[in-house]
């Protein structure tokens, strides 16, 4: 049983820790600071990501990418639910938002160039 649950355990602890250093709440208006921009298409989804404030790049990740219930994002970042349902949203907006900029901007020189 203990290696089953092992693995599960052991990302938590990586999770808190990270919060811990972070601060996600403390530093909520601060950006992910020495984040190069992305070279590539496919690295626009990272970089958008990786621009996000702490706050919402946490709940990104947790709830998104990790899949963690809104209220456990709550409890490990110390915050209501409605707070996590807020950055979510305005996380996935960003993240679309820079996303669909590249894409547009990519069009634009693919047709200008023609």
């Known amino acids: 049983m203990f290696r089953e649950w092992a693995q599960s355990w052991a990302k938590r602890v990586v999770i808190k820790n990270a919060i811990r250093m972070i601060s996600p709440l403390r530093n909520e208006t601060e950006t992910a600071p020495g984040i190069a921009e ?39 970042l110390d915050c209501t639910v409605e707070k996590v349902v807020e950055a979510r949203m305005r996380a996935l907006q960003q993240i679309a938002d820079a996303v669909s900029f590249e894409d547009t901007a990519e069009i634009a020189l693919t047709h200008g160039a023609a």
């Open 38 to 76: 992305p070279a590539s298409e496919a690295d626009s989804r990272a970089g958008a990501i990786t621009s996000l404030q702490p706050f919402n790049r946490f709940v990104y990740v947790l709830s998104v990418l990790e899949r963690y219930a809104d209220r456990e994002c709550s409890i490990l």
